[in-house]
């Protein structure tokens, strides 16, 4: 069964820290990998996406990394800052469709404090 | 920033009532989505579509209709709505394997 499992599914942190969130998937065939932030009352908007042959890839203070032998990718925040408080979850692709199906994670719930 | 706009944001509203949520994009994508968002669980797929006139389920079973006769609008529609489709509807659009961009949800409340 494809699924997406992400962890922790909370998390606090202070202001100015670094954290890492996970993501391990078991969806095959697989198209590419993509993190989006969720604000509270928001949409997902997109941060990173990968394919196969990428093993990393930034953005401003996200780096997302993939290690597709392995299907787990994470998401990478440095200097966290109070608007990084939001819901990231984790979306894999297969490629078994022409629609490119989409497999959500449940995300993980972050909290920056001051 | 994409533009994708749904409306309206929040509805409260009475069982059996009949509701219509709109989405709209001005990007131009030829694929729409409908998706249901329970807090703390993941998106489900509700409904999809190719282009105009293209419409099909998704992975989720639910009791709404949607509809596209124009490139940039994907209503979706409840004839009766019930306490049980109290939820947030998300709706997405996306041109080929780019990133699938969403609006900003509507958050439904059926009393």
């Known amino acids: 069964k494809n699924q997406v499992e992400q962890s922790p599914q909370s998390l606090i942190i202070l202001e100015g820290k670094n954290c890492t969130l996970q993501c391990n998937y078991t969806v095959s065939p697989f198209s590419n990998l993509r993190w989006y932030k969720q604000d509270t009352g928001r949409g997902p908007v997109s941060l990173t996406i990968m394919t196969f042959s990428e093993n990393t890839k930034s953005n401003g203070r996200y780096t997302a990394t993939l290690d597709a032998d392995t299907k787990q990718s994470s998401l990478h925040i440095t200097a966290s800052q109070l608007s990084d408080s939001a819901s990231y979850i984790c979306v894999v692709s297969d490629r078994g469709s022409t629609l490119g199906r989409l497999y959500f994670g449940r995300g993980t719930q972050l909290t920056v404090w001051p | 920033e994409a533009d994708i706009y749904q409306t309206p944001r929040y509805l409260v509203i009475g069982t059996g009532k009949k509701i219509t949520l709109e989405c709209s994009q001005t990007m131009g994508h030829d694929k729409m989505y409908w998706y249901q968002q329970d807090p703390g669980m993941e998106l489900h797929l509700i409904h999809y579509?190719?282009?105009?006139?293209?419409?099909e389920k998704g992975d989720l079973s639910s009791e709404s209709t949607v509809s596209r006769i124009r490139t940039e609008h994907f209503p979706l529609t409840l004839e009766s709505a019930r306490p049980s489709h109290t939820s947030q509807y998300l709706c997405?659009?996306?041109?080929?394997?780019?990133?699938?961009?969403f609006g900003d949800g509507t958050r439904l409340s059926i009393l």
């Open positions: 997405a659009s996306s041109d080929r394997d780019q990133p699938q961009h």
């Open positions: 579509s190719y282009g105009v006139n293209s419409t």
